[in-house]
């Protein structure tokens, strides 16, 4: 098994957030994720849409497999979410994170959230700090 694989696996099997979202992981890398999850109820706000939060965490869960897929630790150190597009119950929301940059210590990711339609719902952007120890996987 490859080491993003590794490194995905150890994270999500002691990650009770990830998996009480429903988060079903599509693709591991080595600076890529992509996750895939729908909608439920208890996810929904005042509006009848599903509250900010609940996309802002799929981003953060696919940008720390991501960067963590290079077998290297990494936190992240600063987020941001652009919501572009309303989500309803039953929607099927996928996450692709990609590696924008890379050094040492210091890494970035972009995420883009799309709805089943393709549609664009939410921009994220991700920068991590890459400590000095490695995933014992």
């Known amino acids: 098994m490859e080491l993003a694989s590794r490194v995905v696996d150890r994270m999500y099997n002691n990650d009770p957030f990830s998996k009480w ?14 996750l895939r999850m729908t909608i439920r109820e208890e996810m929904l706000n005042g509006f009848d849409i599903a509250h900010g939060g609940i996309t802002y965490a799929l981003a953060d869960s696919a940008l720390a497999f991501a960067s963590n897929g290079h077998g290297r630790m990494s936190v992240s150190v600063e987020t941001s979410i ?7 119950l039953g929607d099927v929301i996928t996450a692709t994170a990609e590696e924008m940059s ?32 490695d995933w014992d996987v």
């Not at 652009?82 to 309803?88: C, M, N, P, R, V």
């Not at 890379?102 to 339609?117: C, E, F, G, L």
């Open 21 to 34: 979202l429903g988060i079903e992981r599509v693709e591991d890398g080595a600076g890529k994720s992509v």
């Open 82 to 88: 652009s919501h572009t597009e309303s989500l309803k």
């Open 102 to 133: 890379i050094s040492n210590k210091i890494a970035v990711y972009h995420i883009t959230i799309r709805r089943q339609d393709e549609k664009v719902v939410a921009l994220f952007k991700g920068t991590v700090y890459r400590t000095s120890k």
